[in-house]
Antibody, heavy 122, light 113 residues
Framework: QVQLVQSGAEVKKPGASVKVSCKAS????????IHWLRQAPGQGPEWMGW????????KYAGRFQGRVTLTRDTSVSTVYMELSSLKSDDTAVYYC???????????????WGKGTTVTVSS | DIVMTQSPDSLALSLGERATINCKSG????????????LAWYQQKPRQPPQLLIY???TRASGVPDRFSGSGSGTDFTLTISSLQPEDVAVYYC?????????FGQGTKLELK
């Protein structure tokens, strides 16, 4: 089963960008769709988008379109989530999560990273 | 977007009691071509990521105790914990993966009485 290791906490000022990484280990990187979600304090998870690490294909939630970019570097088995034009209400824990191997994006997410706290504050 | 609505928002029960959490989706999440409900349940404890409990509405994930069960189809779903244990104190979310944007319920907080 894949393991997902995320980068460390970030503190950013309003208007800046943040880039969070998610490294997959333990199995073949290209066979897992990776989703990105976030969870604001006291709220439920919110889906942001997915990336197909094999092709680089992506799909984004409409409310993040134009502000979020998912990329991957197959040489280091890592996917990245970059969020731009940060606002205070982007303060949240950001998660990557994978679906089972060789399954499409619209599948249950069974492995999650531990999360990366992003704080946006002036 | 498919809105997921859970009830109740919170629940306080004694050890050994049965817990029932309901989830209603704004439209059917049953995919007719394979007869699968694209509905999952997650458990989340403080400072931890959500953990998959149930998928396809009623299939337990690997390692999940059999006191957890899921039922329902179409738009109405239920998570049942047959006999509450101390380690079940958590927030529970239903989640639809039928159609993007994939959405979650608001959560049900389960506490011990």
């Amino acid at each position: 089963q894949v393991q997902l290791v995320q980068s460390g906490a970030e503190v950013k000022k309003p208007g800046a960008s943040v880039k969070v990484s998610c490294k997959a280990s333990g199995n073949s990187f290209n066979v897992y769709y990776i989703h990105w979600l976030r969870q604001a304090p006291g709220q439920g998870p919110e889906w942001m988008g997915w990336i197909n690490p094999s092709t680089g294909g992506t799909k984004y939630a409409g409310r993040f379109q134009g502000r979020v970019t998912l990329t991957r570097d197959t040489s280091v088995s890592t996917v990245y989530m970059e969020l731009s034009s940060l606002k205070s209400d982007d303060t949240a824990v950001y998660y990557c999560a994978s679906v089972p191997p060789l399954r499409p994006a619209d599948y249950h997410m069974d492995v999650w990273g531990k999360g990366t706290t992003v704080t946006v504050s002036s | 977007d498919i809105v997921m609505t859970q009830s109740p928002d919170s629940l306080a029960l004694s050890l050994g009691e049965r817990a029932t959490i309901n989830c209603k989706s704004g439209q059917s999440v049953l995919y007719n071509s394979n007869n699968k409900n694209y509905l999952a349940w997650y458990q989340q404890k403080p400072r931890q990521p959500p953990q998959l409990l149930i998928y396809w509405a009623s299939t337990r994930a690997s390692g999940v105790p059999d006191r957890f069960s899921g039922s329902g189809s179409g738009t109405d779903f239920t998570l049942t914990i047959s006999s509450l244990q101390p380690e079940d104190v958590a927030v529970y979310y239903c989640h639809q993966y039928y159609d993007a944007p994939y959405t979650f319920g608001q959560g049900t907080k389960l506490e011990l009485k």
